[in-house]
């Protein structure tokens, strides 16, 4: 049952007019600015026909990324016996739909297999391993890589090198390493460094641009930097804060792109929470269009069903676009308007006067508009457009689908 309070009202009414009709997401990111927009996926959800069938929809996601399936653990979890049969399905996906592949990640600190972190390294030899890894992986996924993660979360919150295994034996040395071994592998993909808390300005972010100039200094090919911008509702740095902070990277000759971004909360969710969500993507969107130097944006999963956030983050969820039942959510539209969709919307709306607020737009093709659809508890709310069914979101919001 829907039920209808006068915030909620209000609520639906603020976000019914930003509504965009006919484009999806990715659509928008590459007429607003040749940018693409896309989602992180893993290897267990794509049994869900229904959910693959929405990671295929390049209107919206014209470009995936592995969440797993290229990381250390996954592609070499005995030394020098390399597995790509997960990667390889995602690459595959991405090839058969024309969507960019972002491949995540090389060197990373986390999900190492225990020949790594149990074994007894010396510089040597720990940089031998490391030059095999990169070099068969790269090597294996050339041509179908716009972009590889190559060092992923280098960085302490103070800007210090974290006291990784690959910090600990090698030295900051690691870095330029790995960075020129995947250049060697592979010329032509975009080598980035990875990292989270770097989207404002801060000793985390120095550190980031440290790692940018450590590189050059090498002399070795560093092409971006990865802003993961897992962020928390309500504390999502502002719009400008992100931008000058992307300028910032973009100064040193690298172009920037946001790359795992999600907006968690703590749980249950409210109609408040959910609409700052949508102020909170709207705002880290903004940025990268307002940023010349940003080529990208990606989501980590488009759906709540297979967020990585509650096993991860007791207590908090709901961070991704789409819900549990991969309804559009808020959010969507927060990313939408930012994009500039709701300027090339087509068709024609029939008027629906809600409560004290009336909204009049238009369209004849409305693939989504909340809380309009269904009509209980509404005065002038309107059914669906033919092909799609009103279905219900949650207690307050409704969505032709
Ligand atoms: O049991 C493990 C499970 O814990 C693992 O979860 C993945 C952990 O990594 C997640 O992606 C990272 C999110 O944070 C950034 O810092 C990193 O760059 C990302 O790689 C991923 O979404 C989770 O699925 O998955 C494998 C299971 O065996």
């Known amino acids: 049952m829907m039920h209808l309070s006068a915030s909620s009202l209000l609520f639906a009414a603020c976000i019914l007019p930003q509504l965009a009709y006919g484009d999806g997401l990715n659509t928008a990111a590459v007429a607003i600015r040749k940018t693409y927009f896309g989602t992180g996926t893993d ?38 016996t390399f597995t790509f049969t997960n990667g390889d399905v995602i690459a595959d996906l ?8 972002r491949c995540h990640n090389l060197v990373w600190h986390n999900q190492l297999p225990n020949w790594v972190t149990s074994g007894t390294w010396t510089n040597e030899t720990l940089v031998a391993a490391l030059k095999n890894h990169i070099t068969k992986v790269v090597t294996h996924y050339k ?47 975009k080598l980035y460094y990875n990292d989270y808390n770097i989207e404002y300005s801060g000793a985390k972010a120095t550190g980031a641009q ?12 560093i092409d971006g930097v990865g ?32 790359t795992e971004l999600d907006i968690r909360m703590t749980l249950p969710s409210t109609q408040a929470l959910l609409s700052q969500q949508q102020t909170d993507y709207s705002n880290t969107v903004g940025a990268c269009v307002e940023t010349e130097g940003c ?41 939408l308007t930012a994009l500039g969709g709701a300027t090339t919307a087509t068709g024609t709306w029939t008027t629906s006067t809600m409560s004290t607020t009336s909204i009049s737009s238009t369209s004849t093709s409305v693939a989504a508009h909340y809380g309009q659809c269904g009509g209980s508890g509404w005065t002038g709310a309107t059914s669906c457009a033919s092909g ?14």
């Not at 799609?388 to 689908?401: D, E, G, P, R």
Request: hydrophobic share 35%; glycine share 6%; net charge negative.
């Open 94 to 101: 991405a090839e058969a739909n024309g969507q960019k592949l």
């Open 388 to 401: 799609y069914t009103c279905t219900y979101a949650n207690s307050w919001y409704s969505q032709c689908l």
């Open 143 to 189: 041509g179908q890589c716009y972009a590889w993660d190559v060092v992923n979360e280098a960085l302490n919150e103070d800007g210090t090198y974290r006291e990784s295994l690959w910090y600990t034996t090698i030295g900051e040395a690691y870095l330029p390493i790995a960075f020129a071994t995947a250049a060697a592998a592979d010329s032509d993909v």
């Open 210 to 221: 440290n790692i940018v100039k450590l590189v050059q200094s090498y002399g070795v090919k």
């Open 227 to 258: 802003l993961q911008a897992h962020f928390i509702v309500g504390s999502t740095p502002s719009k400008s804060s992100q931008a000058s902070t992307m300028a910032a990277y973009t100064a040193l000759g690298v172009e920037v792109a946001i």
């Open 43 to 80: 290897n267990p959800e794509l049994t869900d026909t229904a959910y693959v069938t929405q990671l295929n929809n390049t209107a919206d996601f014209g470009q995936i990324t592995p969440g797993n399936s290229q990381k250390w653990d996954a592609t070499e979890p005995t030394q020098n």
């Open 295 to 335: 080529v990208g944006i990606t989501i980590w999963d488009w759906t709540d069903k297979y967020s990585w956030v509650p096993s991860t983050f007791s207590g908090q969820g709901d961070a991704c676009p789409w819900d549990e039942n991969l309804v559009k959510k808020p959010a969507y539209t927060g990313i």
